[in-house]
């Protein structure tokens, strides 16, 4: 494919442009080169730990300039998802209270504490998950019937030295303990893509599913959510799939790369 072409690029964040608090080399002049042909890129991240101003700094600390509308989070998509099929309804929130921020700001009526009157509950990638959070959402999906919703399916999250488990691997335990598995926001579905394709195609005319591209490091969620979107797929390996995931899963990107140095070179 003629790179060239591509006008909006979707970047997943951890594993891809850095890990844990690491920035890879060619991250900062990947995306001056983009911004320098006068194209747009867009960070889409799964990780529902942090609020997009949150991002915001986490990336200014790298030496990343950002503002809110750079960002298509999970997060966002939950917030969104809930306030569109569930608004009104009292959730209790197993996430960040960074997430929980995010979520109030949406109109979302978030609890912290067990209570009879919960009417939902919301699973995020906790970074600062307790047992008893674990002990209430247990209760509450074996006591009552009520949606059960989480922002992201990633089993992990790539750190410096490895992985640690995300959003999926809690919910994971949450099965065992009562049977019961969430409805999964952000990716692998194409609400992120095209809402991003939607917003940007306003600016720039030629953005359209054969001229965006989404980047990461996961088969199983950004290139899953690329092939659902019906938009070009790049895999890099600087993160958690390998060749080996590739060859067993049935949902193939549509190019591999070592990491995105390759793609500085090739959108060069």
Do not use: W
Request: charged share 25%; with cysteine.
């Amino acid at each position: 494919m003629d790179f060239s072409k591509i006008r909006l690029f979707l970047f997943d964040m951890d594993g891809t442009l850095y890990l844990g608090n690491d920035l890879f080399p060619f991250t900062k002049p990947m995306l001056d080169e983009i911004k320098r042909q006068g194209k747009t890129y867009l960070f889409m991240t799964n990780n529902s730990s942090k609020s997009v101003n949150d991002y915001v700094k986490k990336l200014d600390r790298l030496g990343i300039p950002a503002v809110y509308d750079d960002f298509i989070t999970s997060s966002q998509a939950t917030a969104d998802y809930l306030m569109a099929n569930h608004p009104g309804l009292r959730f209790y929130v197993c996430g960040t209270e960074s997430f929980k921020t995010e979520l109030r700001h949406a109109g979302v009526i978030v609890c912290d504490t067990y209570s009879e009157d919960i009417e939902g509950i919301v699973m995020g990638y906790d970074t600062e998950l307790t047992y008893q959070k674990l002990d209430d959402v247990s209760k509450l999906l074996t006591l009552k019937d009520i949606p059960y919703i989480a922002a992201n399916p990633d089993f992990v999250c790539p750190t410096e030295y490895g992985y640690v488990p995300d959003c999926g691997s809690v919910c994971g335990m949450i099965y065992n303990a009562t049977g019961k598995n969430p409805h999964y926001i952000g990716k692998p579905r194409p609400e992120m893509p095209l809402t991003a394709m939607a917003r940007i195609s306003k600016k720039d005319p030629l953005v359209c599913k054969d001229t965006t591209l989404v980047v990461g490091d996961r088969v199983y969620t950004d290139i899953a959510c690329g092939v659902h979107a019906g938009i070009h797929s790049l895999l890099v390996l600087s993160g958690e799939s390998t060749m080996e995931d590739v060859e067993k899963s049935d949902v193939k990107p549509e190019f591999i790369m070592r990491d995105c140095s390759e793609l500085l070179e090739k959108i060069k």
